[in-house]
């Protein structure tokens, strides 16, 4: 028996409109929840029993899983009536836990996607004896995180914050959201209240002396939390960039899933993903984009590094790049939606609301 608990309770803010209805694990990336490839990859790591520590929307994650079986995992649900952060959450679901005080459990974030070797991680917990083993990954641009220094031996030195002059970029490792804990320690967070376990946790745990390890890993990461990484990550998975034991292997340019209508005279490429119910017309070009269950692309749009919501339509000769279009929106004809654009859920938009004119160079040559 291998236990684990996997945090899905945030609000995932930076994925709105996309999360208003959908708790960020719950949305497709190629084609399934997200939160079924971790579940498939922890179950082919070994892991038997699984808390799923939810908050947010809690009672989607039973209706799309109920006790897991189908996964070969047993599923549990602890649930926050208020969010707990990442440290009080795990506080909170090891009460399902059923392992004794010297076990590791595996804690993982919900919006990684990553081919980090699990059972090399857990193998290098038990041969060091730590509290606590990180999966540490190493980023070319650490300015926007949290650095994770280690010495020769892989013994974290300190959890330092975001550096705001390069003097403070010492290194480049991060913490990759994935851990194994001794159950014992787990047992030391504080209950009932909000603790974040990145900087609270990790901090007191090296303040009073204990050995924390880093593992430094440089498989495929992502972290999924903004719209970019999301459609990327989804891309990354039809193309075979990163596997999935959720899926049956690469697809190439495009996954189409069955029950979505794609006109012969449309162009699908760059790990793009149809859902079921979802209309492409022709002369549609969507490129490494995600359109969800029973949008409609109408004829000639293209769409490019996008998300369309479910049930969303994107009318004639509309155009989008990098936006995110949120669940039921309807965007009239000949539209332009650019790089970070945003539509909340059930907005629409007249024909030609929105357009990019081109830059005064542009239109000088
Ligand atoms: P943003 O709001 O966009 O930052 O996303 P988020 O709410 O998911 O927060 P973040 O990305 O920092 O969270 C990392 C992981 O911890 C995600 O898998 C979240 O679901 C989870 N998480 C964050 N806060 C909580 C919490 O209070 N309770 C539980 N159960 N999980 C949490």
């Not at 190439?252 to 490429?269: C, H, I, K, N």
Request: hydrophobic share 45%.
């Amino acid at each position: 028996m291998s236990e684990a608990i996997l945090l899905v309770g945030g609000k995932g803010t930076r994925l709105r409109p996309l999360t208003t209805h959908t708790p960020k694990p719950l949305l497709r990336v190629a084609g399934v929840p997200f939160l079924t490839h971790q579940l498939a990859r922890a179950a082919e790591a070994g892991v038997t029993r699984l808390v799923l520590a939810t908050s947010y929307l809690a009672e989607l994650f039973r209706a799309e899983y109920g006790d897991g079986s189908p996964l070969g995992l047993e599923l549990v649900y602890a649930e926050e009536a208020v969010p707990l952060g990442t440290g009080g959450a795990i506080r909170n679901a090891a009460e399902l836990l059923t392992c004794g005080p010297d076990e590791p459990v595996f804690v993982f974030n919900g919006d990684i996607l990553s081919g980090v070797d699990l059972a090399g991680l857990r193998d290098a917990h038990a041969a060091s004896g730590a509290a606590v083993t990180l999966h540490l990954t190493r980023v070319e641009d650490p300015r926007a995180f949290g650095l994770v220094p280690t010495d020769g031996q892989g013994r974290v030195l300190a959890f330092l914050e975001k550096p705001q002059t390069e003097a403070e970029i010492i290194t480049d490792q991060i913490n990759a959201g994935c851990y194994v804990f001794t159950r014992s320690v787990i047992d030391t967070i504080p209950a009932g209240r909000e603790v974040s376990v990145e900087r609270e946790t990790f901090p007191a745990l090296l303040a009073s002396g204990a050995l924390v390890n880093g593992v430094v890993e440089d498989s495929y990461w992502l972290d999924l939390g903004t719209p970019q990484a999301f459609v990327r990550g989804s891309a990354d998975l039809v193309r075979g960039v990163v596997s999935s034991p959720a899926l049956p292997g690469p697809t190439g340019e495009a996954l189409v899933l069955p029950g979505a209508v794609v006109d012969p005279g449309a162009r699908l490429a760059g790990g793009t993903v149809v859902c079921e119910g979802a209309v492409i017309e022709a002369g549609a070009v969507v490129h490494a984009s995600v359109v969800l269950p029973g949008a409609r692309i109408a004829a000639r749009g293209s769409v490019r590094d996008s998300v369309v919501g479910a049930h969303a339509a994107i009318g004639e000769d509309s155009s989008l790049r990098s936006a995110v279009v949120g669940d039921g929106a309807v965007i009239g004809p000949d539209n332009e939606l650019t790089a970070g654009l945003r539509i909340d859920c059930g907005v629409r938009l007249p024909a030609r609301a929105v357009r990019v004119s081109a830059a005064p160079a542009a239109l000088a040559s």
